[in-house]
């Protein structure tokens, strides 16, 4: 079992950045490749970016590639996402997600963190 706490959210301008965490505990952790989603208000939850277990390949959504960066750690099982020129669509709940197989598609991701909000103001 994997179990994954999600932190580093808050309030950001627009333009600004913020640099989002994911601790995955389990003895497995850093087998698996890690996902990040988003689901703003009134919206279906999305794919935001994906690191495969050994972080040598990574995917983005194209609302957000040049602009957002997944990295992991693997001594200390953390995913990371940097986001930079934040844009007021990209005010969401943000979620982190362990698969034991690389993609962006949700069903394949097996264990969810709790989310983190992220803000972005005018």
């Known amino acids: 079992q994997v179990q994954l706490v999600e932190s580093g959210g808050g309030l950001v301008q627009a333009g600004g950045s913020l640099r989002l965490s994911c601790a995955a505990s389990g003895r497995t952790a850093s087998t698996y490749a890690m996902g990040w989603f988003r689901q703003a208000p009134g919206k279906e939850r999305e794919f935001v970016g994906a690191i495969s277990s050994s972080g040598l390949a990574r995917a983005y959504a194209d609302s957000v590639k040049d602009r957002f960066t997944i990295s992991r750690v693997n001594a200390n099982s953390t995913v990371y996402l940097q986001m930079n020129s934040l844009k007021l669509e990209d005010m969401a709940v943000y979620y982190c997600?362990?698969?034991?197989?690389?993609?962006?598609?949700?069903?394949?991701?097996?264990?969810w963190g709790r989310g983190t909000q992220v803000t972005v103001s005018t």
């Open positions: 997600a362990a698969s034991q197989k690389y993609g962006r598609t949700q069903s394949g991701y097996t264990h």
